[in-house]
């Protein structure tokens, strides 16, 4: 029981790690020229390639999520074992996978790239890609 607490906080630390590491690059584009600090454009065209730019960077963030949850083994119910997809507009990012046993759990990171990924996906991690991506 100790083991799969564990592994649970693991599994939390490295969403964290993930999330402050997007975070942070959000907030180095912002100093590297784009931020709130320059004064806004009064004319059409500066605003327009204001809100360009913004979108530009919108696009990087990981802002598209989805979690499956299941039971991984027949003898563990409630629903313990989670996929987690975090995916900017370009369908890169990763896939977080915990799985659950009686005895111990397991995780798993597998990057995807355009929404797919070099590695297998189990069909629980194909599902939450696919819940992930816009206009599904």
């Known amino acids: 029981m100790v ?15 993930l999330a402050g590491a997007a975070w942070q690059k959000t907030k180095d584009v912002r100093r590297s020229g784009s931020g709130s600090a320059d004064p806004l454009p009064t004319d059409v065209t500066g605003l327009r390639a204001e809100v360009a730019a913004l979108r530009t960077e919108a696009a990087m963030n990981m802002r598209h999520l989805a979690v499956v949850r299941f039971d991984a083994f027949g003898d563990a119910g409630g629903h313990l074992s989670w996929c987690l997809a975090l995916l900017d507009d370009s369908g890169d990012g990763v896939v977080l996978t915990s799985i659950h046993g009686r005895t111990e759990a397991r995780s798993y990171a597998k ?8 590695q297998q996906l189990s ?3 194909t599902e939450a890609v696919q819940q ?3 206009g599904r």
Do not use: C, F
């Open 3 to 17: 083991a799969l607490a564990i592994l649970s906080l693991l599994t939390s630390i490295t969403a964290l790690v």
């Open 111 to 118: 990057s995807i790239s355009a929404w797919e990924s070099s």
């Open 123 to 125: 069909p629980e991690e």
């Open 132 to 134: 992930a991506k816009p």
